[in-house]
């Protein structure tokens, strides 16, 4: 087992490398000069030029990105242009707040969607079945972003209940948590019934029957476990894709995140920051899908038996 | 004592081709019909509006003395910060959303099938280095690509374009190497082989008709989280800028406003809602209806 | 006839699907003693799974339908019976074993769990260990050694998941087992092993078994009484040693099974499999429902089904015997009894 987390670990270097380098490559071809950026538009040429020189941004391409490898190999992700301060110090600042939304919606679509997708494929055509995937199928198209602004302007704006902007209470937390956990929530859904629905066709559950099992342990004991089993990859990937949709949720909400981070950088040309933030944000990604594979390998027998002895 | 009433006739079953059974099943599918009833209409907007509405006047034209105006016989759907019509621009804004979202995904379709079929059809190195280049696209997450390409190259329909596009080859990439490689291993390609097909001609004729499926599936799929991607882009400000009416940027610019007149951000996000939902539809019925389990 | 443990009398089961009615079983009549073997023999598509699962009545759900007959199992009636009682018949009166062991076992509880479970269901145990004791128990009843109840079914091989399929079905001793083609997807050599592992046992129990199989070599080897199934119905049934007694007087569609075998002791050019194919259940003839296949078909047959004759505990239901055999007594169809 741990020499498997141990290559997963190694597999992910290229990865982030190959994100560094594409990264770089594209802040490369950025018209605009970061050192001219850092020091305003009226400074003098002069004093441009040794900043450059400085931050040895004239050297040629592959001596500058050589020289920022061997520096992230030694913890070193840059400095940032804009604020002059390293950027793991940032990303340290910034991100607590986007794990926790981040969380949250992944909570809330799993105690929301898991159940509601078991319920929809047992009462397969029933009204709630349809009701459900109906409520998901809408889910799905709405624009997380969107959903935040009706839910500021009926909580915050109409009812006052529930703070707009800003990340200092679990209030603040809520509808972000909400918005993203919308569309993740309708994908469970819709997962959760399918898996279901192929797993009560399978002939081990008509042997449980057979045996005189009751419908609820054939539900709860028989086909939970197996339909699970997808979905708790899925729930890894989606996890991804909630970080990304963090970066325009934050925007909504006014709250100072990784997402805002990434997003100030674009806009400020400011490389080293950009770069460190998109590296520890998939470096988290992958994380998570790492857990996640683990645990999957806990929970599924067959699997199991390939990589935990005895 | 004869026994005819055990005798029922069944609707008969003609031969189909493969085209016309598949659009049978996706008939059959009431949701589906509806999603690409919606669709059409889309189009129909899209397509027509430049006839009904003039570009200067109606939609980007300002008129300072009728702004922030609630929905009323004149406006239906009232005006913006700018005096500007709301439904007019939102059904411009049905032009440029769907010809993002359609070149969009024909950009990265092409692209990432050519990628996926050399990968999957010569396998060996190339496979291996074309797929770990498409996992380092796939690790960063869907939305921060697309910001940085447009961050560096500026704003833009073209760019964001080219930014969307290139966030999708990857998984276009990978589908249709998966369906090349389970249908590379199955008979009737060794029996092309050895009838001495040049592998071009395989690849075209044989392989791709049979991967066409899926590729259509995540196809119409791709194109409604375009929408929504490009939606946001233009929220945050890295994606269609003023003053072209896309719904994303239109929901920005409501959200100042959302004091004086929070009509203005209804209405933009119903129609994203629309045009992604009628989609959607699409793209599960077709997906439905592609599935052979489902033909029964 | 107190011997007598499973009556079906006139069974007719549909499927019903969006495009057709499928007759799977039209009138069937069959019975089965105490500790008895029926061996219950016919094509793919005649309807023997679907007489099966309408005993446990595990038809699919909105698909499967009893239309028409009756089923007793001792003095109760299976098709009326609630729900409750349905659970508790299935496992432990009457259990079942499926054609393909690979996929029978759930994949993530271990052997022992699985056949601890049908003792939960049925029997009350005081304690644990006495549990773990009967599934040891069990488990070596089959030949699998007790300490692999640990194990998960993948860990096995298709025989010996097949032996645990039994084993479960076996825990509570039920009074009927039926074996839809428990050997047909195990290798030659397994199948012998197991069919006289489940021969074993039977007697030992003293369980009634429907063991539903195309071989014939199995019917031989395994049954007291053989049933043979056409397009949903019985249109033959008799003794073992009635069946093979080598003579004329069967069913055209038995003599043509018993023809298509190859035998090793003739020498001949080709194979003689009848000619046609089963008829489509949505769409069954008229009249006797093998007339289109039978090289006896006359004209009576394309009009009316036939009646069912018997002598001597021989069914027959055939117009062209029935013109030859006078000896035989015809009996109307709703009052089929054994002498």
């Known amino acids: ?310 | ?296 | 006839m107190e011997d007598k443990l499973l009556e079906i009398r006139d069974l007719h089961v549909e499927y019903i699907t969006d495009d057709a009615r499928v007759f799977a079983v039209n009138g069937l009549n069959l019975d089965v003693n105490k500790g008895e073997t029926l061996g219950l023999v016919g094509e793919t598509g005649a309807g023997k799974t679907t007489t099966a699962l309408s005993i446990l009545r595990l038809l699919p759900e909105r698909v499967g339908r009893i239309t028409r007959g009756t089923i007793r199992l001792g003095d109760r009636n299976i098709i009326d019976a609630s729900e409750g009682d349905m659970l508790q018949i299935r496992g432990e009166v009457v259990s079942m074993i499926f054609q393909d062991p690979m996929t029978s076992l759930n994949p993530v509880h271990t052997v022992g769990e699985q056949v601890a479970e049908v003792l939960e269901l049925h029997k009350k145990y005081k304690t644990r260990e006495a549990a773990e004791a009967r599934v040891d128990e069990i488990l070596r009843l089959v030949g699998l050694p007790a300490e692999r109840k640990k194990e998960y079914p993948h860990q096995f091989s298709g025989g010996m998941k097949q032996r645990i399929v039994i084993a479960i079905a076996l825990a509570c001793e039920p009074q009927l087992l039926l074996a839809d083609e428990p050997t047909t997807a195990l290798d030659v050599t397994i199948q012998a092993q197991v069919l006289s592992m489940m021969k074993e046992l039977k007697e030992k129990l003293e369980t009634a078994m429907i063991l539903i199989t195309h071989d014939l070599g199995v019917v031989a080897e395994t049954c007291d009484r053989v049933a043979v199934m056409y397009a949903g119905e019985i249109i033959e049934s008799a003794s073992v040693e009635q069946i093979f007694d080598g003579g004329e007087n069967h069913h055209p569609y038995t003599l043509g099974l018993f023809g298509s075998l190859p035998d090793l002791t003739r020498k001949t050019r080709r194979l003689n499999p009848i000619e046609g194919l089963m008829p489509d259940p949505t769409d069954l003839p008229g009249g006797c429902k093998f007339h289109t296949r039978c090289p006896k078909c006359m004209e009576i047959c394309r009009l009316e089904e036939p009646r069912a004759l018997i002598e001597n505990g021989h069914l027959l239901k055939c117009h062209f015997l029935e013109s030859k055999l006078p000896g035989f007594s015809k009996i109307s169809p709703e009052s089929v009894t054994r002498q």
């Open chain 1, 1 to 310: 087992m741990l020499k498997y987390i141990g290559k997963r670990f190694l597999m992910m270097i290229p990865v982030l490398l190959g994100i560094s380098f594409i990264l770089f490559t594209i802040m490369d071809l950025t018209p605009g000069d970061p050192a001219r950026a850092m020091l305003g538009e009226y400074a003098p040429q002069q004093e441009v030029d040794k900043l450059r020189d400085e931050l040895g941004l004239n050297d040629n391409f592959f001596i500058r990105y050589g020289r920022y490898v061997l520096n992230a190999l030694q913890g070193d992700l840059g400095t940032s242009y804009r604020t002059n301060t390293p950027a793991i110090e940032e990303i340290k600042a910034r991100f607590p707040a986007t794990l926790k939304i981040a969380l949250l919606a992944v909570l809330i679509a799993i105690a929301i969607g898991i159940p509601v997708g078991i319920v929809s494929a047992v009462k397969q055509y029933s009204f709630t079945d349809i009701a459900s995937m109906m409520s998901a199928l809408l889910f799905t198209s709405v624009p997380p972003f969107w959903l935040g602004l009706m839910m500021i302007l009926l909580f915050s704006v109409q009812l006052r209940i529930l703070p707009a902007v800003g990340s200092d209470t679990w209030k603040h937390f809520l509808m972000p948590a909400a918005a993203m956990a919308a569309a993740q929530m309708a994908t469970l859904i819709r997962m959760t019934r399918s898996t279901m629905l192929e797993v009560i066709r399978q002939d081990y559950i008509r042997t449980a029957k057979s045996k005189g099992a009751p419908p609820r342990r054939v539900i709860f004991r028989h086909s939970l476990q197996n339909a699970l089993l997808p979905v708790v990859t899925a729930v890894g990937i989606s996890f991804s894709n909630l970080l990304g949709g963090a970066l325009i949720i934050e925007n909504v909400f006014g709250i100072s995140g990784l997402g805002t981070l990434m997003v100030d950088s674009v806009k400020g040309k400011d490389s080293p920051m950009l770069i460190a933030s998109v590296m520890f944000a998939a470096f988290v990604g992958g994380l998570v899908n790492l857990l996640v594979d683990v645990m999957y390998i806990y929970i599924d027998p067959r699997v199991k038996s390939l990589y935990v002895k005895g």
């Open chain 2, 1 to 296: 004592m004869t026994d005819q009433s055990t005798i029922l006739k069944r609707k008969k079953v003609k031969k189909r081709s493969q085209l016309k059974s598949i659009w049978f099943q996706f008939k059959k599918n009431k949701l589906a019909m509806f999603g690409l009833f919606i669709f059409m209409v889309l189009v129909m907007i899209a397509v027509f509006s430049g006839f009904f509405l003039d570009y200067e006047t109606q939609v980007i034209g300002q008129n300072m003395k009728e702004r922030l105006r609630s929905p009323s016989a004149q406006h239906l759907f009232g005006t913006d910060e700018y005096g500007r019509d709301v439904f007019a621009r939102i059904i411009w804004g049905t032009r440029i959303s769907l010809f993002v979202g359609l070149f969009t995904v024909a950009l990265a379709m092409s692209t990432g099938t050519i990628i996926g079929a050399l990968a999957g059809y010569y396998g060996g190195r190339a496979d291996n280095v074309l797929m770990r280049i498409m996992d380092v696209f796939l690790a960063m997450p869907g939305t921060i690509l697309a910001v940085a390409i447009v961050g560096a190259l500026g704003p833009g329909i073209v760019n964001v374009l080219l930014a969307m596009s290139i966030c999708r080859i990857p998984q276009f990439a990978r589908i249709v190497r998966s369906s090349i490689i389970s249908i590379r291993g199955q008979e009737f390609v060794e029996a092309a082989k050895a009838c001495g097909t040049k592998d071009r001609r395989i690849i075209l004729r044989h392989i791709l008709p049979n991967a066409i499926g899926p590729i259509v599936v995540q196809a119409t799929l791709h194109m409604a989280t375009t929408i929504l991607g490009v939606a946001g882009l233009s929220f945050i400000g890295l994606g269609i800028e003023a003053p072209i009416p896309e719904w994303g940027s239109m929901l920005s610019a409501a959200k100042s406003q959302m004091r004086y007149q929070p009509y203005l951000m209804i209405f933009p996000g119903v129609a994203i809602m629309i045009a992604v939902l009628s989609l959607n539809l699409i793209g599960d019925g077709l997906r439905d209806a592609l599935d052979p389990r489902m033909k029964n």
